[in-house]
């Protein structure tokens, strides 16, 4: 197949980028644009629709491309269109409401709070706020009691009073932008809600299609314990056959997670195709390999499972391109790969725009073109051996060809690396089909106590062997890299070093090769750029991480992360990672006050050739600076309840910046503030402004690609 031949064969894959394009911009647009653009998308299909009748008139007309250039439009207008009429509007500001609303989703928070998404019914408000027909709500529910047990489920009607309110910007630097998160997935408000003001008004079950699969989901749930399966064998087998990954301990995602195995617990193309091959092979021992009835089942099949496992973008996708390679069985037409990739990608665009944005789409989309594109290279390697090493290659093979699909686009997104995701693969991966498949017979021979306790004590075994390995994989040293940086631009430049690769590989053509090892020496010059930057980077950091205080110092790309006991290296992460994979080498944890004793919580923190003064509950009369050092106070961080003369304090020093957080108790802050604003000192408060970030970093090619 030439170059020109494999081009004409993918119009799906063209097809998706024009799509999403449109969705992309569509993001940077408000909904009330949304009339214009089905004003253009209208007069761009009349001309498309002129352009491809015109050929039929004239038969000389050879403007034939400007069919194309329409349609290619016609599709972006297309993605803009259908995100503006599904997505959620805007919501600024804040607002007291009364509402009563049905329960979506229901979970409970690390810190003991009830959060729900729902979807409102009926609200009153005396603000001029109104909500759209589609847009959902997430509050979250003070406890009533110390019981961890939610009081509504998906389907209850609940009464609440709060304020609602937008979301918010990102306060913090390169971290995880969660009301941008929220808002893609149609949640178009916030609230707190307190326990006195939230009340169940009936325990209603939910209704329908989707109300039918929670059921089904969670009988099957039930089957699973009521024969034995517990603890972290159940939180696995829940997550691995139902897509239910919310019952899984933090733990056990984080042995996962390292040891480069998650992919297993997130229902994906490797589920569905092994229930696809199973439900093929069952039928094809009553109905013939063209049997259109056989079609039908498998497709049904395929889609009940996706809706059961959550409908994920990775299953979707799998169940698509399955579902397509099933018809052209039936047709005796066979598809192109990447094409079917294209296909699947265009149709959950279509139904979920949104999916763009989710990394999930991406992943699973990456990882099967690696699989189809590098799996045959290395298949060559040990072609012609026998069965156990073809067996054993193919493991290797298909592992390496994932990862190097998902490679660039995992570092860019999660900004770390599984080492041995290799042998996880290796372990992990045959068992995920004997597991899927027992689990199904588990099910079915649930009323025959004999034959369940047999497969569920055969479930067991395996479950645990797989929990055991990924504990020991993750005890493995250097078993998982973090704060991997990788900016956009080298991401780009990484794909298209692999594509020019495989492209010369498969066409000869020079000028891929030489676009190959242009890519290379690119990403080799931003690479050290990049570090060359970092050694040279100061800065200053003050996070905005409420009443846990996160401090971060960098000097020459050395970084120091000050915080208290109590925060957990989740919440650090959430917060700091993404800051400190960019600007530093590596970072070291450290106690914010070395003694919990008053008069001890002083710290100082050097950084840009200066220090930073952080102070708790201490009385500041008591604090004694050298003299030498006064001149050099750059800020002073106030992290709790303080005592004395505060205004005298910084008049000693200099009045240097006075920096507030939330550590500090909401009475301290509204005396403090009256009293800082008469003595004329600059006050930053991070709870109002974001985290307070003082950054000295030399001119590099990231300034250029972010």
């Known amino acids: ?155 209850n009607i609940v009464s609440f ?99 480069g195995a998650i992919h297993v617990l997130a229902v994906s193309g490797l589920h569905v195709g092994i229930i696809f091959v199973f439900v093929n092979w069952f039928l094809s021992l009553f109905l013939s390999r063209r049997s259109i009835l056989k079609v039908i089942f498998v497709i049904l099949v395929l889609v009940f499972y996706a809706i059961l496992t959550g409908g994920a973008p990775s299953v979707f996708r799998a169940v698509v391109m399955l ?145 055991e390995v990924v504990k020991w994989l993750n005890s493995l040293p250097a078993a998982y890299l973090q704060g991997i940086w990788l900016s956009g631009a080298t991401m780009f430049l990484f794909y298209l070093v692999l594509t020019s690769l495989t492209m010369w590989h498969n066409f000869k053509i020079r000028l891929f090769l030489k676009s190959c090892l242009a890519g290379l020496l690119l990403i080799l010059l931003i690479l050290n750029i990049e570090y060359w930057g970092k050694r040279n980077t100061d800065a200053f950091v003050v996070f905005d991480s409420g009443r846990k205080p996160l401090i971060g110092c960098i000097v020459s790309g050395q970084a120091s992360l000050f915080s208290d006991d109590e925060t957990t290296e989740r919440q650090m992460n959430f917060i700091c990672s993404g800051f400190f994979s960019r600007y530093s080498i590596n970072m070291q944890r450290q106690k914010l006050f070395h003694s919990s004793d008053g008069g001890s919580q002083v710290s100082s ?14 009385d500041v009369d008591h604090i004694k600076i050298k003299s030498s050092v006064k001149n050099k106070i750059l800020g002073v961080i106030i992290l709790g309840d303080l005592k004395g003369d505060i205004k005298k304090f910084l008049n000693t020093i200099g009045k240097p910046t006075v920096i507030l957080t939330d550590a500090c108790p909401p009475w301290s802050k509204g005396r403090r503030l009256s009293t800082l604003k008469s003595s004329g000192v600059e006050i930053y408060d991070v709870s109002q402004s974001g985290a307070y970030v003082s950054l000295a970093v030399p001119l590099s090619l990231d300034t250029f690609f972010n």
């Open 1 to 155: 197949m030439s170059l020109k031949q494999l081009i004409k064969s993918i119009p799906f894959v063209r097809f998706s980028l024009a799509l999403g394009m449109g969705i992309f911009l569509a993001e940077k647009l408000e909904k009330a644009d949304l009339q214009t653009a089905l004003i253009i998308f209208g007069v761009v299909a009349v001309f498309l629709l002129l352009t491809l009748l015109v050929p039929f008139v004239f038969q000389k007309y050879t403007f034939r491309w400007l069919a194309g250039c329409f349609f290619f439009f016609f599709l972006l207008l297309t993605g803009i269109a259908i995100t503006l009429s599904s997505g959620v509007r805007r919501f600024d500001g804040e607002c007291e409401i009364t509402a009563k609303a049905r329960v979506v989703e229901g979970d409970i928070s690390l810190s003991g709070y009830y959060i729900f998404v729902v979807d409102p019914l009926k609200y009153s408000t005396r603000s001029q706020f109104r909500c759209g027909n589609d847009e959902l709500w997430q509050i979250i529910v003070e406890p009533k009691d110390s019981f961890l047990v939610i009081p509504a489920s998906p389907g």
């Open 161 to 259: 009073r709060t304020n609602l309110s937008g979301h918010s910007d990102n306060t913090n630097p390169e971290s995880f932008d969660y009301g941008k998160y929220l808002f893609r997935q149609g949640i178009s408000a916030t609230g707190f809600v307190l326990a006195e003001d939230f009340q169940v008004v009936e325990k209603t079950g939910m209704a329908g299609i989707m109300g039918a699969i929670k059921r089904t989901r969670n009988k099957v749930y039930d089957i699973y314990r009521e024969n034995g399966i517990a603890d972290e064998e159940l939180q696995v087998l829940s997550a691995l056959t139902l897509g239910m990954r919310q019952v899984l301990d933090d733990e056990v995602k984080s042995w996962f997670i390292h040891s």
């Open 323 to 467: 579902s397509v390679i099933q018809i052209g069985i039936y047709a005796q037409r066979p598809g192109n790969i990447y094409n079917l990739l294209g296909l699947s990608a265009f149709i959950i665009l279509l139904i979920q725009p949104m999916a763009l944005f989710h990394p999930g789409f991406w992943l699973s989309h990456m990882a099967v073109a690696g699989i189809v594109t590098f799996y045959p290279l290395f298949s060559k390697l040990y072609a012609g051996k026998n069965v156990f090493i073809r067996s054993l290659g193919d493991l290797v093979a298909v592992s390496l060809s994932a990862q190097l699909g998902t490679f660039p686009l995992s570092l860019f997104l999660f900004r770390a690396f599984p080492s041995w995701f290799l042998l996880s693969n290796l372990f992990i991966l045959p068992l995920v089909a004997p597991v899927l498949i027992l689990a199904k017979l588990l099910v079915f021979a649930s009323s025959q106590s004999f034959l369940a306790s047999v497969f569920a004590g055969v479930l067991n075994e395996l479950l645990r062997f797989m929990i």
């Open 605 to 618: 923190f050097y950084a840009l050739g200066g220090y930073y003064l952080g102070v708790g509950d201490v």
